[in-house]
């Protein structure tokens, strides 16, 4: 299989210009603003457990394992992504790996934590996901009262976005109710804040561009979004006295994991 190779102005093309759900398929052709790379993962290593970040910044990505756990680069088709641990566990010792950004990838304080930013992931289940535990590709920060955090996660085979800026957040799930994805194939699924207010989850073709369902958005009173600590992809953390149920352990493959930014004019940070 042969992935297209997007960089964020591709990745971004609608999803950063888009402020209106679109209820039809269509090709994501459109001109992207402005914006900034920050991190970019395409499968393959910079060195024996590490990551290589091809968005030129050296965020090169430490992978952490437990259990008997790890991250591999697996070629398919001329393409390389990310294989995970595969299998459910609910009982530690479970199988255990994360990746974890060299430095902290974050949007700076003051006017810059009102712009755009994306976070995003082509995503491939390999197996049916977990009844009972949830599955965390890309995150900074937690779920807590008084921090802040984004993230994507696949719960139960089901993409969804969270946001937080410590106190109020938006949780948003892609599709109608009970869509969750079919394993095997790709998927790449976009977290996007439009606006100070305004939230975007996307679920496109990672082939073709096309969108799977139509994007859906919410809107929600946050303030800035600062997250603390470190960077996760994969998981929330590697624990051997913890199940799954507890690290949020993905299973199945990833590829072109990015995020990025736009920084929006001082009249363009309203609905």
């Not at 939230?199 to 082939?207: K, L, N, T």
Request: with cysteine; glycine share 12%; proline share 9%.
């Amino acid at each position: 299989m042969t992935i297209a190779r997007t960089t964020i102005g591709a990745v971004s093309a609608v999803v950063l210009a888009a402020a209106t759900a679109v209820a039809t398929a269509q090709p994501a052709s459109a001109a992207p603003p402005p914006g900034q790379l920050e991190l970019r993962y395409l499968g393959e290593f910079a060195g024996p457990a590490l990551v290589a970040d091809s968005s030129g910044n050296g965020l090169h990505g430490t992978v952490l394992t437990g259990g008997g756990g790890a991250v591999t680069s697996v070629e398919e088709g001329g393409n390389h992504f990310l294989r995970f641990p595969g299998g459910s566990c609910t009982t530690a010792p479970c199988p255990q790996a994360l990746i974890r950004p060299a430095s902290t990838v974050t949007l700076a304080p003051g006017d810059e934590g009102e712009g755009r930013f994306v976070h995003s992931a082509d995503i491939r289940l390999t197996e049916p996901p977990p009844a009972e535990a949830g599955m965390n590709v890309f995150q900074f920060g937690a779920a807590a009262a008084g921090i802040s955090q984004w993230k994507l996660q696949v719960d139960y085979g089901r993409p969804s976005c969270r946001w937080s800026d410590g106190t109020n957040f938006v949780l948003l799930p892609a599709g109608p109710e009970g869509f969750t994805f079919t394993v095997g194939r790709w998927y790449r699924v976009s977290c996007v804040r439009l606006s100070p207010v305004l939230f975007q989850i996307r679920v496109d073709d990672p082939v073709t561009g096309r969108q799977v369902l139509p994007p859906a958005q919410r809107t929600g009173p946050l303030e800035d979004i600062l997250p603390s600590g470190n960077v996760v992809i994969g998981a929330k953390r590697v624990n051997a006295a913890q199940s799954d149920v507890d690290t949020d352990q993905f299973h199945g493959d990833l590829d072109n994991v990015e995020f990025g930014r736009r920084i929006l004019p001082p009249d363009d940070r309203g609905l």
